[in-house]
């Protein structure tokens, strides 16, 4: 099930979120949104986003940002671009601040006015243990998909080791470079998983689709959204 969020589903996300979490978060933590460009405003998400990236920059925690273009999606792309924003705030903390200053103004309005969110998460590693994106995902032309789901009711005594078992599968493929699950806020699931290049990532798709493992996983998995996107 793929779901759009509206800017007023992104502001009630981000307002007092802290007392509706599910997941107890670890410092640092990414915030990710999967952003769909509404039609015929590309240029006009181009310069707002600037704009609004300028504002967030400057916050207290702001540690990295990163944007990367879908190229593929499933069950079939639609019409509009999509992007797969990234950001690294040092503490949970600093991110509440953030949303709670900016969420406001003309910048942030004016910005989301431009897009559909897929989704909208605040993730930590779901070890506990530290993750730092640019160890592995540094290099134009590299491949990174993200994807946020958890298991279908009913099915949670079965996801997990059906996740497991279909992880394993694609660590064995050629161009394979990482893959790293998370915890959001809001008691759903993300996972990002790293390639050399966008054939590894195509070949491994093929090759992956005729295994039972991703057949026995999907069918269990409920997807807010998933897109695969290309490092420039």
Do not use: C
């Amino acid at each position: 099930m793929l779901k759009t969020l509206t800017l007023s589903a992104v502001l009630a996300l981000t307002a007092g979120f802290a007392l509706a979490q599910e997941n107890k978060m670890t410092d640092p933590i990414y915030e990710l949104a999967i952003q769909e460009v509404k039609p015929g405003m590309e240029s006009q998400w181009a310069q707002r986003r600037a704009a609004f990236l300028g504002l967030l920059g400057q916050r207290d925690g702001n540690e990295a940002d990163w944007t990367f273009q879908s190229f593929f999606t499933l069950p079939e792309p639609g019409p509009n671009p999509v992007y797969v924003g990234i950001t690294r705030w040092s503490h949970m903390a600093d991110f509440a601040a953030a949303s709670e200053a900016l969420m406001p103004t003309a910048e942030a309005q004016a910005f989301f006015e431009t897009v559909n969110m897929q989704a909208f998460v605040q993730m930590s590693p779901a070890d506990g243990q530290p993750f730092v994106l640019e160890d592995h995902i540094n290099t134009p032309g590299q491949v990174i998909e993200a994807a946020v789901r958890r298991a279908q009711p009913g099915q949670e005594e079965a996801y997990t080791p059906a996740r497991d078992a279909f992880f394993a599968r694609v660590a064995e493929q050629p161009g394979y470079i990482f893959h790293r699950e998370f915890i959001t806020a809001d008691g759903w699931q993300a996972v990002l998983i790293g390639w050399d290049d966008q054939p590894s990532f195509m070949a491994a798709l093929q090759a992956l689709s005729q295994m039972a493992e991703m057949g026995a996983f999907f069918e269990l998995a409920d997807v807010m959204a998933y897109q695969a996107a290309l490092v420039e």
